[in-house]
């Protein structure tokens, strides 16, 4: 792990904590669920050893940062406004803005909403889809009407908090298994509509060694202090999307700036939607998209589980700028 300082950006009521480390031009990475800043750390140490600075925030709700009651408190609105405050905060206004799973909606969004800011972006995992008037909750009991389906059952307040924070790194291993590449696509599994989350999934012993018992406990802790509700109030903040952004005609739908996308071979996302391969046009809604690269043999934590393919894909976007 990179040698890093940890910096407190406040935009507005929420205090953001940040992991920064190096010395140049800034890259801001922002993690999806259920993780925290350390998802980084291999990205960290590559670009702080080649003259950029990097910033890796706990998004809001997760470790260090502000956890505000409130759904609505979680749309990408507010999200990216807190990847617009650390830009200004640690980057002088100009940033790289790199992000995985929930953190890619919000590293799209806010190279769309504070596009001044945002020098090029870079999705891990999640390709850059506009945000539409329909919720995509809606879109989701569609697809998964009568069957098990993840964002269906984070919805109602309590029922996940009550199952994942029974035993946090028994739920944390489980979770990490399951989108990874030995996981066998269990985030998709089909079960019935009433199933929990870890119903049917594996706690593997020992688990792959792409994350050590340390790397564990560093995200154990977090949730043993942070608790679920802030991680899981971005599911429940989808209404919020489409009336916030969803009509919006300025800024236009697209991404201006240079983009690339960057995602596992085995990641589950693929296959959100029966019989579509989510990756098959990621630079669809961009206007400078400079390429996708698909890791083999990764899942979806492709920074994680492939941190030198990842780390060599972000470079060749970072030099193509």
Partial sequence: MVDHRFETVSNGDIDIRVAV???????????????????????MAHFAGRDFTVAAMDVRGYGGSSKPPGTERYGLLELSGDVAAVIDAVGGGSAIVVGHDWGAPIAWQ?????????????????????????????????????????????????????ELGAENARSLRMIRYAGSADGDFALIAEKPEDAALLDGWVDPDPFPDWSSPADLAVYVDAFDQGGWTGPLNRYRAQDVDAEQLGSQTEPGPMIHQPAAFIGGEF??????????????????????????????????????EAPDATNVALQGFVDSL
Avoid at 21 to 32: S, T, Y
Avoid at 136 to 143: D, F, G, L, P, R
Wanted: charged share 15%; aromatic share 14%; with cysteine.
């Fill in 267 to 304: 990641d589950p996302i693929r296959r959100f939607v029966p019989g579509t391969d989510l990756y098959a046009d990621t630079g669809a809604n961009c206007v400078d998209f400079r390429g996708a690269t698909i890791v083999p043999g990764a899942g979806h934590w492709v920074q994680q």
């Fill in 110 to 162: 806010t190279a769309r909403l504070h596009a001044a800011k945002v020098r090029a972006v870079a999705g891990l995992a999640v390709p850059y889809l506009p945000v539409g008037p329909v919720s995509s909750i809606e879109v989701w009991n569609a697809i998964y009407a009568d069957t098990f389906f993840c964002m269906k059952y984070f919805q109602a307040p309590g029922v996940a908090e009550a």
């Fill in 21 to 43: 480390a190096g010395d140049g031009p800034l890259i801001v990475f922002v993690h999806g669920w259920p993780e925290l800043w350390y998802s980084w750390r291999h990205q």
